[in-house]
């Protein structure tokens, strides 16, 4: 992280300076930034009743609709392309309809239906984000959530399923020692 960039809390990296947290898509950013969509999605779904101080519930739902604009049509290609019985193909689709119907949809009057809808747009944005990684076969660290990009950047995590079987999973490195084993 260098100069100016900005932690998820707002800090900044270079001098530790707390100012209230961005969001968007920085510049240079691929148009599908999981990490980032997921980021501004944990701004809105925390379990209090109020965002944090410094965000504006506007300017956030404006955020998640454009990040739910550049997702949609990628998850839409992704899953067109598979197979017409595929399963994850059609669970894809289904939240492509749901998400293209929150974003005709308007938020009601005042401040906690702002809320509200923000968060309806935030879980939306969410399922598209898995969807997402799952149909480029991105994979996701089962201890921070987040994408796996290079091969040498994790280790395997075998655990047993509910079914029984053993299932192998991956970590970071770095979150390793996170994930207990049972």
Same mark, same amino acid.
């Given at each position: 992280?260098?100069?100016?960039?900005?932690?998820?809390?707002?800090?900044?990296?270079?001098?530790?300076?707390?100012?209230?947290?961005?969001?968007?898509?920085?510049? #240079?950013?691929? !148009?599908?930034?999981? %990490? $980032?969509?997921?980021?501004?999605? +944990?701004?809105? /779904?925390? &379990?209090?009743?109020?965002?944090?101080?410094?965000?504006?519930?506007?300017?956030?739902?404006?955020?998640?609709?454009?990040?739910?604009?550049?997702?949609?049509?990628?998850?839409?290609?992704?899953?067109?392309?598979?197979?017409?019985?595929?399963?994850?193909?059609?669970?894809?689709?289904?939240?492509?309809?749901?998400?293209?119907?929150?974003?005709?949809?308007?938020? #009601?009057?005042? !401040?906690?239906?702002? %809320? $509200?809808?923000?968060?309806?747009? +935030?879980?939306? /944005?969410? &399922?598209?984000?898995?969807?997402?990684?799952?149909?480029?076969?991105?994979?996701?660290?089962?201890?921070?959530?987040?994408?796996?990009?290079?091969?040498?950047?994790?280790?395997?995590?075998?655990?047993?399923?509910?079914?029984?079987?053993?299932?192998?999973?991956?970590?970071?490195?770095?979150?390793?020692?996170?994930?207990?084993?049972?």
């Amino acid at each position: 992280m260098t100069t100016g960039q900005r932690t998820r809390s707002g800090t900044d990296a270079a001098d530790g300076h707390r100012e209230p947290t961005t969001i968007g898509v920085e510049s #240079g950013a691929s !148009a599908v930034d999981v %990490l $980032v969509m997921r980021q501004t999605i +944990a701004l809105v /779904l925390p &379990a209090e009743d109020e965002l944090p101080p410094g965000l504006d519930i506007d300017t956030l739902t404006m955020v998640l609709r454009g990040h739910m604009a550049l997702i949609v049509p990628e998850v839409e290609t992704k899953a067109l392309a598979l197979h017409k019985e595929d399963i994850p193909r059609y669970c894809a689709l289904a939240c492509v309809g749901e998400a293209n119907g929150k974003l005709r949809a308007r938020a #009601g009057q005042g !401040a906690y239906a702002g %809320l $509200v809808f923000a968060r309806k747009l +935030a879980r939306s /944005l969410a &399922a598209l984000c898995d969807h997402y990684e799952t149909l480029t076969g991105m994979p996701i660290c089962l201890a921070c959530d987040r994408a796996i990009h290079r091969p040498g950047e994790s280790v395997p995590y075998d655990r047993v399923s509910n079914s029984g079987g053993a299932v192998t999973s991956h970590v970071h490195a770095a979150c390793a020692n996170r994930v207990r084993r049972t």
